[in-house]
């Protein structure tokens, strides 16, 4: 009788990096992105794999690509974003031209539904409010102000307004995963009317927001709640 070949079940290999590992990866990360103009007054701390970007941006778009550029290094769990953005004295503006030219920005990037959307600018501070029926839509608001000569800061209080059930809804985001190559890893997509939260794991930050921005991109979708772990 012969004897049955014995097989061996590996357990796979999980890659932890050190915090001054991730700390120097995300520096390298920060000289390097095209998109950023200066980021040496940019001090970057990590505890746990939780990165803290704090010191002084020139612009608010500084600001927001500093912390894209943190979340792709690998071993980046959490981000807190502390930096401040310091106007050189040539960008200082008057709150209405920096509103104006912010509504004439999200005219251009939105034609059909720029009327829906309110911006309301104090300090350089602009806060974009109204509805639109597409999360792009919202995100594309934003985007059409953040270069924005004169802006310190932007909160987007936009609300989604939606037309589709919520199982469409959970469809459409299974089929986004799919195309991604989510399907093999556990992922669980739960829906509140037009509320989706995700939950389940996977392997990095870029992975994490890859699934949100997936669940985003279905149409009706208000709120995306990620309660997605990245795996150590």
Do not use: C
């Not at 539904?113 to 839509?137: A, F, M, N, P």
């Not at 459409?172 to 739960?190: C, G, Q, S, V, W």
Request: net charge neutral; charged share 30%; aromatic share 6%.
């Amino acid at each position: 009788m012969s004897k049955r070949p014995q097989v061996q079940t590996l357990s796979p290999i999980v890659l932890v990096r050190s915090d001054a590992e991730i700390k120097r990866d995300v520096e390298d990360e920060l000289r390097w992105d095209p998109e950023l103009s200066d980021p040496t007054d940019i001090a970057v701390t990590v505890r746990d794999g939780v990165v803290t970007l704090a010191g002084f941006a020139k612009r608010y778009a500084d600001k927001y690509e500093a912390e894209w550029a943190a979340k792709r290094v690998q071993g980046v769990v959490g981000l807190a974003n502390d930096i401040y953005v310091r106007l050189p004295e040539s960008d200082e503006r008057p709150d209405p031209e920096v509103a104006r030219d912010a509504a004439a920005s999200i005219k251009l990037q939105l034609p059909d539904t720029w009327d829906s959307i309110k911006v309301i600018v104090r300090r350089g501070w602009i806060t974009l409010e109204g509805y639109v029926e597409w999360h792009y839509q919202r995100q594309a608001a934003e985007r059409a102000v953040r270069q924005i000569r004169g802006v310190r800061e932007v909160t987007n209080w936009i609300s989604i307004r939606p037309k589709v059930s919520p199982s469409e809804i959970r469809r459409k985001i299974n089929e986004a995963l799919r195309r991604a190559r989510f399907d093999a890893r556990p992922i669980t997509i739960e829906t509140a009317g037009d509320e989706v939260i995700l939950k389940g794991t996977v392997r990095s930050w870029a992975e994490y927001e890859e699934a949100e921005k997936a669940a985003w991109s279905a149409p009706g979708v208000a709120n995306v709640t990620n309660e997605l772990m990245v795996a150590a």
